[in-house]
């Protein structure tokens, strides 16, 4: 395989870039497999990665119904943090935070992880103390955190609306330099070429039909492309659990599908450097500006279930008024394109990596607004979970019995009502 | 945009109204074990399909409705209130 | 190439001439024109620059389609950035300017970026700048980030403004019972059709005129047509674009209201956008014309066939001189011969070995020079066309066979019927081998075609498809019996040879498919190889599709390419899927006026303008606003809330509470409903009699707190937070109407009807009772502590007294209707200002409850349970209630819980903040053992007092020095834990 490589680049310059292979093969599928990954998304594709790398199993299948990449992972808004509070949660992303940091050399794919900063505006009191829980838990746990006051704000952002006019003047801002955005595509082609590099079976267009079950375990999976054994096998297919979860033959989840649309703007010369996140009076906004040029936002769900990947005027007109409340300059600015996909809403914000009532049947599922950010620790974690069949300390309480135990790793404290886990 | 027809108020946008989530749920009594609550209120079945769910009309008459709807397509099969004496006096309306 | 305005003809007003501002300098134009036409006129060749190679970018269509011709308009914050030159009106003073590249776009430094695309395939970017070079060393992003900062310069298109958009914007909502989108010759037969059967149409047009294709052919019939459309009652958009369809029937649009106009009234908006419900969509949007990859074909002087047309009859521009006209079907070869009666010397080169002699004798007759069975095959000139080099086909190969002279090359490449709306509602499009274009797959949408939308080529089929969508929406609405047929479609008199690209064998040409994103063809064959076969890669890896125009240009021709490459059909390739809108639509327009103060509801107590006019300073609280502090003389807000607190606790304060959430209870069963929602038994609450309460979620957790005051058998008045207060009546609607069905229970909100204010301190009985009709009515005998009494103020103003007690005092919340609120205020706060009370804010509220270690929403986070928050003691074991099953299972019951208590500071003059994360002091890392939710200077203890949670509670660290630690804002302070009740604990103020 030929690394990439600015001496590569070069040299193909010169030979009509002939020297380039497919990043992935089109592998035949075999029978048997050691662990099959139902998913080519970016969990499924990163766990077979470190499934191989970390712990050296090879005889890997990731089946894809579609093409590799082509659920959430190329509808999300690339941002990438580790503000979270919640015990379990904070280890869990700033562990992935740190995997994306050097992602690009780990997978020799340039999935362009900027650090451009992120930057959470709060305009109360009340919201700015709240904040200060979540931040110094950050930086208790030596996660970079830290707190602008409205002069350093005005200083780095000076075309936020700071006026009179404001319907919620701003207050300050709680921020983490070391988040930011990636290049979303590049990071599922990353880890797909690495895997594959690695001896990892993509199959893309074969769909998943059926299981048969043997005892308190999966035996074969049905697929489009006919059967295989396997002698573990793990979901990461966010959006559609629910679906293969039934499939399996097991009844019920703690998850709803729900749909959230993703914006982008005509390409423009750089106009915003950092992610600013906006959420006040019900309202919920966040914005950054990709290296193309695009302003790539998003807002709420649309408030009511759905498979259908396409969403309605309400939530468009929603997060354009939010735009322009927080940035009046952005009237002119035009909207490209707007699209949805579908999210794992869970009862309490939080994801799944665990054991499930099938033996050989691993569960990876259920990350809300958040799956994107998580890639490498999803990936590292379930790959861990699967090769040694226990999950470990960071993930013990990530769980389908957690609600039942009384476990509480809510980060909004929003109960039970997965739309509100935004 | 999906439009409800409420069956009190008529056909209207779907932003007057808040989903509530879904309709089948069967609510144990209120002593009863950890295990049927936790069922209750965390488990879905999140069909793929035709749904039964609950809406609210919250800026309308406030009625709680009970809605048959494709979570594929959005189409709606059909529409009632939740509350089965209400049914009757939205009919007799 | 060589352009110049005919003498007659044309829909321009010659007597209307407009001056405009390219790069700064001045042009002329006409009324009727467009920016392009007018460069084009202008003979200005080079209006932009691609995105990653910056090459010269000239008029390439005059549509909506354009990916060549963007520009800026207007100046500062009334910059306008990729506005597409082609459908921009001209307007006297219209100021342009070229865009992404410097110093402009004719000389621009980025153009040395085409010296290197040869190192600038698809793709490259993924394979370096990750580390230093060449072997890209190092760890981390920061050298990424170092290229990067220079990429993000280079990228982008136009360069928005930071100033806040000046102009104003408007929504509006409509209804009807069909939409017709497009006012082409289908779009004006369905509406024609369907008004006459009585049914109410809005016809939707994005150019200036109606007209469509009628615009560069017939104006008189055209003229009879839309004075026909209106005497049908047709209700008619302008510059107005469906950007979208939505489900059950909703299009979004945009109306460009003032886009074009030099001077525009002070009260106009720029642009609306309209919600339109419809119960039929026609969609009679046309075709576009697509392009032919070959190589340079991206030079200044290639044109879509149809756009020359339009340019010469719409426009009267003859755009070239020596034309050169290349097509694979027939739609050119009137073009062809409208240019040469026109004075062009015009070669048509055909890609067909062959078709009917009528065609070729037509062309012949006008002069046109005809050529069959060739193709361009590369295009020569610098910054503009000058020759084309012209390849024959032999079998499936292209060999070169001469050259022509041109100074403007005209392309037809065959036509894509316009199904984006479609594809919108999730209905594929499906690729027609014989017409080789994609048409929509048939669907259940209540959405018909009409016209080249649906794939009909001639104008007699195009107009008897509107007619037929017509009568087919009037049949599904009951409205006519009468019968309709549709032709087949396409309709070519001689079939389309397709043709994508042209390539010889052995010459390395530069072909381009996505002319702003510089997409070649040799792109798609890299992104083959590396194995990005389905479209949604190819276009994702190369970028093919994702510029302004969407793909409305190239896509076609990728995708064929692609199929070419794993040799497949097209139809098995298949497409990606357009997304809305269908072209750009500006945020301003879909914000409306809901931004700035009034993106969302401003909630306001009805003693808001009385508050103000006594000094309040304002705090957002939601949705809400309300009175912070009440400073005087110049007092700081901790000066204010100290003397505020300091003053209640001495003789008396008055607080505006309003804002709680206020809900009549009524019905038999009103009492049952109470009894299992609350935690604590309400069954035997007496009349005139309120309790506190705490509500829990389904899962047990603690959801809102609040009082209930029982004003008779059958009627109770509740109060909740008001952060909560919306979510409280609704779950209380969700319990009667679905669960709990067979109580009888009516629940209504009257938060808006009542005002209420809370009087609190020794000395409240005393200002209250002086306002009172019956003063007695208040004493500690009539109206002990939980009283309640229905009485009426001075002045015959009804009233709702409770003696209950948030700050410890003895305290009074008295509700009037709302429209008294100021008469009362007034009345007790002449009382209250007599014996030297106060009015007091949030702040002060905020001190006096966590003085008493009362929980608010800071406490209660949604994540608590009763225990947690010390009030478990109010959790019935006698009764079951909503929560009660759960609020104790697993590990919520854990003695090691985080549970409420006080906070002191060790050093009495040292002070500490909510957010603090509470440390043992060997610790001060990862979770700590506890945390600081409020906190606030006690002016009865004299020092700051906080409330928190810890782990294991009181008792288990009474006498411990912990750490409240702030690392984000740099503080760590020694406190000691204490009881949560830190002033009055007995509670004997509240009681006296």
């Not at chain 1, 990596?353 to 890639?375: E, R």
């Not at chain 2, 999140?46 to 809605?67: A, M, S």
């Not at chain 3, 034309?323 to 040469?340: E, G, M, P, Q």
């Not at chain 3, 070729?360 to 046109?368: C, P, R, W």
Request: aromatic residues 10%; positive net charge.
């Amino acid at each position: 395989m030929t690394r990439f490589n600015a001496w590569n680049v070069l040299k193909n310059g010169f030979i009509n870039q002939t020297g380039w292979q497919r990043q992935w093969r089109d592998p035949v599928l075999k029978k048997e497999y050691d662990v099959v990954i139902v998913g080519a998304g970016l969990h499924g594709l990163a766990t077979a990665y470190y499934l191989a790398k970390n712990h050296k199993i090879n005889n890997i299948a990731v089946l894809e119904k579609g093409w590799l990449g082509g659920g959430n992972a190329g509808r999300n808004t690339t941002i990438v943090r580790s503000n979270y509070m919640m015990p379990g949660n904070h280890e869990f992303y700033e562990h992935s935070l740190k995997l994306w940091e050097n992602l690009s050399h780990e997978l020799n794919y340039n999935v362009m992880f900027s650090q451009r900063a992120h930057v959470n505006l709060f305009h109360s009191p009340a919201a700015r103390d709240s904040n200060a829980r979540r931040y110094n838990t950050m930086l208790l746990h030596n996660t970079d955190a830290e707190f602008w006051n409205l002069k350093k704000l005005k200083k780095t952002i000076p075309h936020l609306n700071y006026g009179p006019n404001a319907r919620f003047p701003i207050m300050g801002a709680a921020v983490q330099k070391r988040a930011g955005t990636a290049r979303h595509d590049a990071v599922a082609w990353g880890y797909a070429r690495a895997a594959d590099s690695l001896g990892v079976d993509i199959i893309q267009n074969c769909e998943v039909n059926g299981f048969v079950r043997r005892a308190n375990n999966i035996d074969i999976i049905e697929t489009s492309r006919g059967q295989i054994k396997a002698k573990k096998v793990g979901f990461a297919v966010a959006g559609n659990t629910s679906r293969l979860w039934q499939m399996a033959g097991l009844d019920s989840l703690p998850i709803e599908s729900h749909k959230l649309q993703a914006f982008v703007t005509e390409p423009l010369k750089p106009i915003l450097d950092q992610v600013v996140v906006f959420g006040v009076g019900g309202a919920h906004f966040y914005i950054s500006q990709s290296d193309k040029g695009g302003l790539v936002f998003g807002g709420d769900l649309d408030w009511y279930k759905s498979y259908a990947q396409r969403g309605n005027l309400p939530i468009v007109q929603d997060v354009a008024e939010a735009a322009l409340s927080i940035l009046p300059c952005l009237g002119r600015v035009r909207l490209l394109r707007h699209w949805s996909g579908i999210m794992d809403m869970t009862m309490d914000g939080s994801f799944f990596i665990c054991k499930t009532p099938i033996d050989n049947l691993y569960l990876n599922a259920g990350w809300n607004y958040g799956g994107f950010k998580t890639t490498p620790a999803s990936g590292w974690h379930f790959a861990d979970l699967i090769a040694n069949n226990r999950p470990n300390k960071i993930i013990n309480n990530h769980d389908l019995k957690r609600f039942e135990k009384g476990v509480n790793i809510d980060e909004r404290g929003a109960g039970p009502d997965p739309k509100l886990h935004g | 945009m999906i439009r409800i027809k409420c069956p009190y108020c008529g056909d209207r946008d779907h932003s007057e109204f808040t989903y509530g989530g879904d309709g089948s749920i069967v609510y144990p009594e209120l002593d009863a074990s950890v295990e049927d609550w936790t069922n209750a209120i965390f488990f879905r079945k999140n069909i793929y399909g035709i749904q039964t769910e609950t809406w609210q009309h919250v800026h309308g008459c406030r009625l709680w409705l009970k809605i048959k709807r494709s979570t594929i397509t959005h189409e709606i099969e059909s529409i009632e209130p939740a509350h089965k004496e209400i049914i009757k006096m939205v009919k007799n309306k | 190439m060589t352009a110049k305005r005919l003498i007659t003809g044309g829909l321009i007003d010659r007597s209307k001439k407009l001056q405009f501002f390219w790069d700064n300098k001045k042009y002329f134009g006409y009324q009727g024109d467009t920016l392009a036409s007018a460069l084009l006129v202008n003979n200005i060749k080079i209006i932009g620059r691609s995105f990653k190679y910056h090459r010269p970018r000239g008029i390439m269509s005059a549509g909506v389609e354009e990916s060549g011709a963007l520009v800026t308009i207007g100046k500062n914050e009334y910059r306008d950035p990729n506005v597409r030159a082609t459908t921009q009106e001209l307007y006297d003073g219209l100021n342009a300017f070229s865009q992404n590249a410097f110093p402009n776009a004719k000389f621009d430094l980025g153009a040395i970026n085409n010296l290197f695309n040869r190192f600038f395939a698809a793709g490259f970017y993924y394979k370096t700048f990750m580390g230093i070079p060449p072997f890209e060393w190092g760890k981390g992003t920061k050298i990424w980030m170092f290229y990067e900062n220079f990429i993000r310069k280079a990228a982008g298109m136009g360069s928005a403004s930071k100033k806040p958009d000046p102009d104003k914007y408007e929504h509006m909502n409509d209804y009807c019972d069909v939409i017709i989108v497009g006012s082409g010759p289908a779009g004006i037969a369905a509406a024609l059709e369907a008004a006459s059967n009585k049914l109410d149409v809005i016809l939707v047009e994005q150019d200036s005129d109606l007209g469509g294709s009628y615009l560069s052919e017939d104006s008189k019939n055209l003229k009879n047509k839309i004075s026909d459309l209106k005497n049908a009652g047709v209700r008619i958009l302008l510059r107005t674009t469906v950007f979208g369809l939505y489900d059950s029937g909703v299009a979004g649009l945009l109306e460009r209201v003032s886009d074009h106009k030099a001077v525009k009234s002070k009260y106009e908006p720029r642009q609306r956008f309209w919600t339109v419900r419809s119960r039929h969509t026609i969609v009679a949007t046309g075709a576009f014309e697509r392009h032919i990859a070959f190589g340079n074909n991206d030079l200044p002087g290639i044109m879509s066939a149809s756009s020359v047309d339009i340019y010469l009859n719409r426009f009267s521009i003859l755009a070239g001189k020596k034309i050169v006209v290349c097509t694979n079907n027939d739609s050119a070869y009137s073009t062809a011969i409208k240019l040469a009666n026109s004075g062009a010397e015009v070669k048509l080169i055909d890609a067909r070995s062959s078709v009917g002699s009528v065609l070729t004798e037509n062309a012949l007759n006008s002069g046109v020079f005809v050529k069959m069975n060739a193709a361009p095959f590369q295009a020569r000139g610098y910054t503009e066309i000058n020759k084309i080099d012209l390849a024959e086909s032999e079998g499936n190969r292209w060999n070169n066979t001469g050259s022509e002279e041109c100074d403007l090359l005209a392309i037809s490449g065959g036509w894509s019927p316009t199904v984006h709306l479609l594809s919108h509602r999730g209905i594929r499009p499906k690729w027609n081998e014989e017409n080789a274009c994609f048409v929509a797959d048939d669907h259940s949408e209540p959405i018909t075609l009409a016209g080249s939308a649906a794939g009909y080529w001639n104008s007699e089929d195009c107009i008897n498809s509107g007619k037929s969508a017509g009568i087919k929406v009037a049949h599904l609405f009951g409205k006519e019996k009468s019968s309709y047929s549709l032709p087949n479609i396409g309709g070519w008199n001689n079939p389309i040879k397709p043709v994508y690209e042209v390539r010889v064998s052995g010459k390395q040409t530069k072909s381009f498919i996505d002319f702003q994103h510089d997409v070649t063809c040799d792109d798609i064959r890299l992104a083959h190889r590396e194995g990005f076969v389905s479209v949604e890669h190819l276009k994702r890896y190369t970028t093919l599709g994702m510029a302004n125009d969407q793909g409305k240009m190239g896509n076609v021709i990728g995708i064929a390419l692609m199929a070419e490459a794993l040799g497949k059909k097209i139809s098995e390739v298949g497409t990606t899927t357009f997304r809305p809108p269908f072209t750009p639509v500006s945020l301003g327009a879909l914000a409306g006026r809901n931004t700035f103060q009034h993106f969302r509801a401003l909630r306001r107590s009805p003693l808001h303008d009385w508050n103000l006019s006594h000094g309040a300073v304002m705090i957002e609280a939601g949705l809400w606003q309300r009175p912070w502090y009440f400073p005087q003389n110049n007092e700081t807000l901790s000066d204010a809330y100290i003397r505020e607190t300091a003053t209640t606790r001495k003789s008396v304060g008055i607080c505006d509470v309003t804002s709680l959430g206020k809900i009549a209870i009524q019905g038999p069963d009103s009492t049952e409903l109470l009894n299992r929602i609350y935690t604590n038994p309400f069954a035997k609450l007496p009349i005139g009699k309120a309790r506190y309460g705490i509500m829990l979620r389904d899962d047990g957790i603690v959801m809102d707190d609040g009082t209930s005051w029982r004003l008779s058998e059958n009627e109770y008045f509740m109060t909740t937070s008001t952060a909560q207060a919306a979510r409280v009546i609704a779950w209380l609607e969700e319990l009667l109407q679905i669960r709990w069905t067979d109580l009888k229970v009516h629940v209504t909100s009257v938060s808006e009807q009542w005002c209420g204010i809370s009087v609190a301190g020794p000395m409240s009985r005393e200002c209250i009772s002086k306002c009172l009709k019956s003063p007695e009515i208040i004493s500690n005998e009539n109206l002990p502590f939980m009283g309640v009494v229905e009485t009426n103020l001075k002045q015959d103003i009804p009233c709702r007294i409770a003696r209950i007690s948030f700050s410890g005092e003895m305290a009074f919340e008295i509700y009037v209707p709302s429209d008294y609120a100021n008469e009362m205020m007034e009345m007790i706060w002449i009382e209250t200002e007599k014996v030297g009370g106060c009015l007091y804010g949030l702040e002060a509220l905020g001190a006096l409850r966590i003085e008493k270690g009362h929980v608010t929403g800071a406490e209660l986070d949604g994540r608590v349970t009763i225990d947690d928050a010390g009030l478990g003691k109010m959790a019935s074991t006698k009764k079951s209630y909503i929560g009660s099953a759960m609020r104790t299972r697993g590990v919520l019951s854990d003695v090691n819980r985080e549970q409420l208590v006080g906070i002191f500071p060790k050093n009495k003059n040292a002070t500490f903040d909510a957010g603090s994360i509470i440390c043992k002091p060997s610790e001060l890392k990862g979770f700590g053992v506890g945390r600081i939710t409020s906190v606030t200077h006690s002016p009865e203890l004299g020092h700051w007092i906080g409330l928190g949670f810890i782990s294991g509670g009181y008792n288990l660290w009474k006498d411990k020095t912990v750490i409240a630690t702030d690392p984000v804002r740099n503080k760590n302070v020694e406190v000691e834990i204490v009881i949560p009740h830190m002033f009055d604990p007995q509670g004997e103020r509240m009681h006296g």
